[in-house]
């Protein structure tokens, strides 16, 4: 039996690990919906290898070149932010959520709203949206599967037991590939050193995520909405090694982790084939070769950006939404060359402390306010603060 697939996000690093599984299992899924912003060439040859139906740029400017590159294949082609929303709309088994930053809180919404199954790898749509979404997802009976990694990994450990019964979750986190620099050192972290991550292969904005530690900063958010055992009971431990991608612990002290290949078609396969488990091209764990596993703390005066998403998620309402544009706002002007690597956070901090009176989001078009205007303020800040 087939199954439908969408997969917003598909030209993507997440994109590529998706597409790849389904290459090797070709009789068992029908691509709908590729989707993409600007790049129509690449997102062509992808709707014509796997035969979609409907292929999207969700930048207008770039439809003209979809229109050419499908032209003869009988390809349906759309463009343009409400094109993006519509195509997620669209009946499919599993939508594949795949898109980098807020831009993808929009579709992701309108699968949620036609109680889809959606493989959530874009954090950031729900660190914005948080209650929001969540809300969504109870309302219209959708299921969401935790394809990041460390939730993912949860997701499994949770099978064991119930969340009642949840001690502690920890997430585990890489440190990323500048994790031994020092406070000089990182003030002068050029973007290639940042995006140079020594266990996985993603793509550029995840990787300065990583390297600052705000993308743990924005796991630790996500696993607040997706596992209900409150803040006190969540954790981040620096795992250098990336074997180890998440653990949960129960009130007997009994902790069960997950383990694995730093590869995102494992946590990928698991979502798309659960509640059942599919072949993966990986070669099996070999712990005897990985020698070794080690753990430490975080070291927050270094790495404020855990701190910084903690505060924001204590602080609720507006403040998440907040941490989040202005992060991307910070990350984009330091992949220009614009700020230095160790003025992200600041702006971060900056950012939210100017805008600390946001009222709390209470639908989408909400929640897309506080990015917008949050993105205005960090802009506006690195305006004066160009190249510091
Ligand atoms: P990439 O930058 O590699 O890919 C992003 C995808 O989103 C591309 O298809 C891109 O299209 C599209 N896109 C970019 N901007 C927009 C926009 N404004 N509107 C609509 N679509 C857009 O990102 P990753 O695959 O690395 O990450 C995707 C998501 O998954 C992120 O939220 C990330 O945090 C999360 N994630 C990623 C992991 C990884 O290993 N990469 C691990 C865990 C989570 P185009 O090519 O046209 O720009
Ligand atoms: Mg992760």
Redo the contacts with the bound molecule.
Sequence with gaps: MTRTLTL????????A?TLDLVRRNRDVWQVEVL?????AV??AALAREFGARLAV???EA?LPALRAALAGSGIEAAGGARA?VEAAARPVDITVA????C??LAPVMAAIERGGTIAL?????LVSAGEVMMAAVARHGATLLP???EHNAIFQCLAAGRIADVARITLTASGGPLRTWSQAQLDAATPAQAVAHPN???????SV?SATMM?KG?EYIEAYHLFPVGLDKLAIVIHPQSVIHSMVEFRDRSTLAQLGPSD?RVPIASCLAWPDRMDTPLAPLDLAAIGELTFFQPDEQRFPATRLAREAIRAGGSAPAILNAANEVAVAAFLAGQIRFTRIAAVVEETLQRSHDAPAPASLDEVLNVDRSARAQALSLLENTALV
């Design positions: 917003l996000g598909a030209t993507g690093s997440i994109g690990s989707t993409a912003h600007s790049s690449e997102l740029v969700s930048d770039a993006l795949a898109i980098v930053g831009a993808g790898a874009n954090k950031e749509a394809t990041d990694s996985w292969s993603m793509g550029a904005k995840i995520d993308n924005l995102m």
